[in-house]
């Protein structure tokens, strides 16, 4: 199984709804990531998981808010989002997110894309 | 700060004939990929280039990375309608960082 799955794949939602998206992965990878993408765009990083746990938060607002409940599962729960929060929210994992000591940087694994979510936000 | 930068941005291509999207990137790294996306979709990961010197190829797609140059290329040889989409090339820095895309289109 070498796939991201993320649910729902389309969304609308007012300005005063609570959401969340959903991204599921059984590749055993241990980091899971959030990116949003606008229209001609490329993806922008919101929020790396290693291990369960935060390890990057790109200063996202507090009106999107992570979870990761378990190894395989990461969600983006939304509330009081702006029209202009309306996006493509991708999910992505990978095997692992690692130091390098040599050469003091990280290295990271090839990033797998799930399908992403289309969010409307009115 | 790691900075990626592709060109063309676009590019309208004819079928048959081959073409070249170049991606810079400002300070060295370990690892560079390439993704296609195709419009409404997700990324798909065509390309990861390790060292200097790098070459892989996939069909009518052949990716190579020049780590002394800070550049690497993607060779479209023989264009076909299929091919048409966006390709963005990434860099790892910590997080990775993308280019701004290509956005290829095929004609006959």
């Known amino acids: 199984d070498t796939e991201v799955t993320q649910t729902p794949k389309h969304l609308v939602m007012g300005m005063t709804n609570k959401k969340s998206l959903k991204c599921e992965q059984h590749?055993?990878?241990?980091?899971m990531y959030w990116y949003k993408q606008k229209a001609k765009k490329p993806p922008e990083l919101m929020f790396v998981y290693s291990y369960e746990k935060l390890s990057i938060n790109e200063s996202v607002p507090s009106r999107f808010s992570p979870e990761c409940p378990n190894s395989s599962l990461l969600n983006l729960h939304l509330h009081a989002l702006q029209p202009e929060d309306s996006a493509l929210y991708l999910c992505?994992?990978?095997?692992?997110?690692?130091?390098?000591?040599?050469?003091?940087?990280?290295?990271?694994?090839?990033?797998?894309f799930g399908p992403g979510t289309r969010l409307l936000v009115l | 700060e790691l900075k990626v930068e592709q060109n063309p941005l676009f590019l309208s291509m004819q079928e048959g004939k081959n073409y070249t999207i170049y991606c810079n990137y400002s300070t060295t790294s370990d690892r560079l990929y390439w993704y296609r996306q195709d419009p409404g979709k997700s990324l798909e990961s065509l390309f990861v280039?390790?060292?200097?010197?790098a070459v892989k190829q996939e069909g009518r797609l052949m990716a190579s990375l020049d780590t002394k140059a800070r550049l690497s290329t993607l060779h479209i040889t023989a264009a076909v309608h299929d091919l048409s989409a966006t390709y963005f090339c990434?860099?790892?820095?910590?997080?990775?960082?993308f280019g701004q895309g290509t956005e290829l289109s095929v004609k006959p």
């Open positions: 990434a860099v790892s820095g910590g997080k990775l960082i």
């Open positions: 280039l390790l060292s200097n010197g």
């Open positions: 992505a994992s990978s095997r692992s997110k690692i130091s390098g000591r040599v050469a003091n940087r990280q290295i990271q694994e090839t990033q797998y």
């Open positions: 590749m055993g990878h241990r980091a």
